[in-house]
């Protein structure tokens, strides 16, 4: 008899901001698996210095114990976007709040400075 997969949610609560790339505010959105996943009704958010952002974001059906790449990017209308850097995080800890730094792409930013607020729910 095959054993049922665990399959959990992830729940992106909030976007911390505590240093912009650019000089007032940064344009940022976020891919999972190369698709963009927030905002949902517009390209961009814009994100200044110091804010927390409500995110009400869920990922289904995640395995516990797998990786997950959650990639935070710069919105440029006249230029290609910039990848300001990634949330790695792995799905672990049902039922309590994490965070998680996000880790700079220095070809990129060198002053961005986020963190990813989330946790795991089961989905039954």
């Known amino acids: 008899m095959k054993e049922k997969q665990n399959l959990v949610i992830l729940k992106l609560l909030q976007l911390h901001c505590y240093f912009v790339e650019e000089s007032e505010y940064d344009d940022v959105f976020l891919n999972y698996n190369g698709k963009k996943i927030w905002p949902v009704d517009k390209k961009q958010q814009p994100i200044m210095m110091d804010t927390t952002t409500e995110l009400n974001l869920t990922i289904d059906n995640l395995a ?16 290609p976007n910039d990848l300001l850097g990634t949330f790695n995080l792995i799905i672990e800890g049902k039922n309590q709040q994490f965070s998680t730094d996000m880790i700079q792409n220095p070809k990129q930013t060198s002053r961005a400075k986020y963190t990813l607020s989330w946790e795991l729910v089961d989905t039954e």
């Open 64 to 79: 516990l114990y797998q990786e997950v790449e959650i990639e935070l990017w710069d919105w440029d209308m006249l230029t």
